[in-house]
Nanobody, 127 residues
Framework: QVQLQESGPGLVKPSQTLSLTCTVSGGSITTNYYYWSWIRQPPGKGLEWMGAIAYSGSTYYSPSLKSRTSISRDTSKNQFTLQLSSVTPEDTAVYYC???????????????????WGQGTQVTVSS
């Protein structure tokens, strides 16, 4: 059974960098052919795919967030990390990490593609 757990600060000040880590257990993030994504849901809005890191280490980003987003991994800890720079209150959301078994996940589609999700972590951007 694969489990994902997000961790990071719940409150970030405007203009700072948001950093979240997803710790994976029950499976390796380097196993072919999985894609590990960050997805968020602002209050009252739908799910938004932010980006992904593949089993190979290749990264993919949402065009709308690409300039502010970086995803990396630590294979020794079986973790992958999201960094979102220059945050504003509009970045307030529940942030999820999730696993998909298809490269289609790198196109931004969310519905029906993910077999495992973290529980989500609330991040509020406020001074």
């Amino acid at each position: 059974q694969v489990q994902l757990q997000e961790s990071g600060p719940g409150l970030v000040k405007p203009s700072q960098t948001l950093s979240l880590t997803c710790t994976v257990s029950g499976g390796s993030i380097t196993t072919n052919y999985y894609y590990w994504s960050w997805i968020r849901q602002p209050p009252g809005k739908g799910l938004e795919w932010m980006g992904a890191i593949a089993y190979s280490g290749s990264t993919y980003y949402s065009p709308s967030l690409k300039s502010r987003t970086s995803i990396s991994r630590d294979t020794s800890k079986n973790q992958f990390t999201l960094q979102l720079s220059s945050v504003t209150p509009e970045d307030t959301a529940v942030y999820y990490c999730a696993r998909a078994a298809t490269v289609v996940a790198t196109t931004g589609l969310v519905t029906g593609l993910y077999d495992y999700w973290g529980q989500g972590t609330q991040v509020t951007v406020s001074s």
